[in-house]
């Protein structure tokens, strides 16, 4: 047998090895880091992912609550529309992202809410608290994660936990905090204040008004828009 026919039986024997060994490995376990092999974290992400939709069906079931026509709260429908597809999303965002470091997708039952609208009378104090209850055990998992990751110094998951959800988990429970005040400031009186509230939110598409106003990256945008002022010698002329 010549030198290059014993070269080719020994590369034919190596790929064979090669295809047994990966064949009968998980190979998940390859795109697994070493900081993100331990099944409490996966369980603890899967976990957050379950809390997410739980919220999308709260909101799902208070977006049609409103639509009904003995309360007609159009604008909170919308609002509460927006908030379940944003839960939705943030849930897929997740499941993929725990999929692309090498976990599984273990979905489990998520409860039918229990909470009705009030439609007699017709008052949304009790289901923006309940919103607003919902946003806060978000944020409070999203925290409770973020620690997790870190002790396990998975710096990745942290990252992204960070950039993509705490920010702006944040931010939605200081609007449903001021969103709540406004309902308990008008629930006290019945007339316009309702109406005028819902219109609100109408208006903008069920985005809360004054939400911008909660956000610190506006203070940014202020503080630009003053210093060009000073800039400005018909503002203040020599």
């Known amino acids: 047998m010549s030198s290059g026919d014993q070269q080719s039986g020994k590369d034919t024997q190596q790929v064979q090895q090669a ?14 880091t070493s900081t993100f092999t331990d099944n409490d974290l996966h369980e603890s992400i899967r976990g957050h992912i379950a809390l997410e939709w739980k919220t999308w069906f709260f909101y799902r079931k208070m977006g049609a609550d409103c639509g009904r026509a003995n309360v007609g709260l159009h604008g909170f ?5 927006r908030a379940a597809a944003e839960c939705f999303a943030d849930g897929m965002w ?11 997708s273990n979905p489990s039952d998520i409860p039918a809410p229990n909470t009705e609208f009030p439609d007699n009378p017709v008052d949304p104090v009790r289901p923006v608290k309940e919103a607003l209850d919902h946003e806060k055990a978000l944020l409070e ?3 409770r994660l973020c620690k997790m990751a870190d002790s396990k110094e998975d710096y990745a998951l942290e990252d992204v936990l960070e950039t993509r959800f705490l920010k702006k988990e944040t931010k939605h429970v200081k609007d449903l905090g001021d969103l709540l005040q406004q309902c308990v ?5 019945v007339g316009h204040g309702l109406y005028h509230l819902d219109k609100e939110l109408r208006e903008n598409s ?15 945008e202020l503080l630009a828009a003053a210093m060009k002022d000073l800039g400005d010698t018909k503002l203040f002329p020599n």
């Open 206 to 220: 069920g985005v809360i008004p004054w939400s911008r106003n909660n956000n610190p990256d506006y203070t940014d």
């Open 94 to 104: 997740l499941e993929s992202y725990l999929i692309q470091r090498g976990g599984r």
């Open 141 to 143: 998992d999203l925290l």
């Open 185 to 189: 400031r008008i629930s006290k009186q």
């Open 77 to 81: 429908a919308q609002l509460f529309k």
């Open 19 to 32: 295809l047994r060994e990966h064949t009968e490995a998980n190979i998940d376990d390859y795109v697994k």
